[in-house]
Structures are given as structure tokens and as C-alpha cells.
């Protein structure tokens, strides 16, 4: 499959990848047992910071799929290890769910708004006016200003709803000060997933379906990129980017024997 070394471990994106629209995709479950079955490491990825692993493992559940919670990896989890490694024990101000404040507090932060070392933006169904008004306050005082994604809008029932990408711009109009985004497309979040499984860039594989996102995140960590079509990027879209996959398939299913 691979010009190099034989794929080992394997990253995977969650939405348009292994499920759609809360369905599976067809081949995920059976994809996902190959992986167990061999003993395959892997992770599946998520810019998804409302959620904790458990919650998310649940989720997959309903929807067929059998992954546990400790092969989940969150963009929420991926800032947790950032900030633990840039700052330990320090404090933050957030603006997020129970999977970012999860994350936090297990890897020993103080969430405060009292003079907090970060201000973090995460996503969340109820962005209110006060907290990022005092989220805009704290980083004119000095707070250093990190978000979990880049992504503007997030899927719902009814529409599109304004995500954490979307909310950061208009802290950053406010304040002048552009936030670090931790997760995709910063290959910091496959850097910290491969860390995490004990795995090396040259033998592992992140599937994606997003050239935007997934594979250019995965190319510049030096992974074996795969884009499915299952998603967002289509065939005919490929070629509008200065960058390819390693290798494009219809979907997850095409990728069994692989494993």
C-alpha cells in the first residue's frame, strides 16, 4: 500500500469517514474489528471538543461502531497536552463543554478567570455574549489565546451553526490577538495522536475526508495520507489543491485487506 515502510498504525477522521450523518459508513464497522482483531494501534480523530472520549465512544456505539474510549482522540484532548507541555499546572479561562474542561482538569489545570496564563475557546451549543465578552477582556489584560479548531461553522439539524473558528474571529477583531489553533489542520494534532499510541510517522496512515484539513494535516506530519470520497472533498476537487493524498479510495471498506 505504501512506497515506504508497511503501515503499522492508523488515524482516522470520524465525520464523513466512519460515520455520516450519525449513520455508519458502510465497511466502518468492519474496518474498525480488523483493526481490533490484529491488534492494529490506532486512534480516531475529531475536531470535535464538546465531547469527552467516553461520550463519543457511546455515540459510535449507537451507531454501530465499537471503538473505546481510549481510542478516541479529540482535538480537546490534543490542547490539554499541548498546554501541560507548555505551561504545566498552569490556568485557563475556557469557553467549552465537559471534553474540554475534562481534558484540562486531567492534565492539571486550574480553570479560573482570575488573572488565567490562557484564555481557551472550545466549541460549545451556547456561546454566550458574557463569557466572550470577559474571554476578550482577560487577553487585552495579557492571557495568551489558544483555540481548539479552526473550524467556522458546525453541522446541526437545522442548519449551520457558528463554530469555534467562527467565534475566534471575532475575539481576534476585537482584540487584535490571532489565536493558536491546536487542532486540525495543525499538524500538532497528529504529532500529539501519534505520541499517544507510540507511533511513528513513516508507518502510519491517517484517512481523511477532507483535503483542507485531514490530508494536508497528515502530509506535513509526514504520514501516508488517504483520502476517502465519503466526505466533503469529492474526486473531481482534488486537483484545485497544491497538494495530493498518497492515495484517494471510495471509502473505509476499500481499505479491510489493508489492515
Known sequence: MSEGKAIECWLSDMDGVLVHEGHPVPGADEF???????????LVLTNNSIYTPRDLSVRLRAAGLDVPPESIWTSALATAAFLA???????????????????????????????????VLGETRTYSFTSITRAIRLIENGARFIA??????????????PACGAVAALITKATGV??????????????SALNRIDAHSENTAMIGDRMDTDVVCGMEAGLHTILVLTGVTQKDQIDRFPFRPSQVVNSVADLIDAV
Do not use: C, W
Request: negative net charge; hydrophobic residues 30%.
Open 32 to 42: 474498525i474489528t480488523k483493526l481490533r482483531e490484529t491488534g492494529r494501534r490506532f
Open 178 to 191: 490571532e489565536p493558536y489553533f491546536v487542532g486540525k489542520p495543525n499538524p500538532m494534532m497528529m504529532r
Open 148 to 161: 481548539t479548531n479552526p473550524d467556522p461553522v458546525g453541522p446541526s439539524n437545522e442548519g449551520s451553526l
Open 85 to 119: 507541555s507548555q505551561r504545566p499546572e498552569g490556568s485557563a479561562y475556557v469557553i467549552g463543554e465537559a471534553g474540554l474542561t475534562t481534558a484540562l482538569h486531567q492534565s492539571g489545570y486550574v480553570l479560573t478567570d482570575l488573572d488565567p496564563d490562557y484564555v
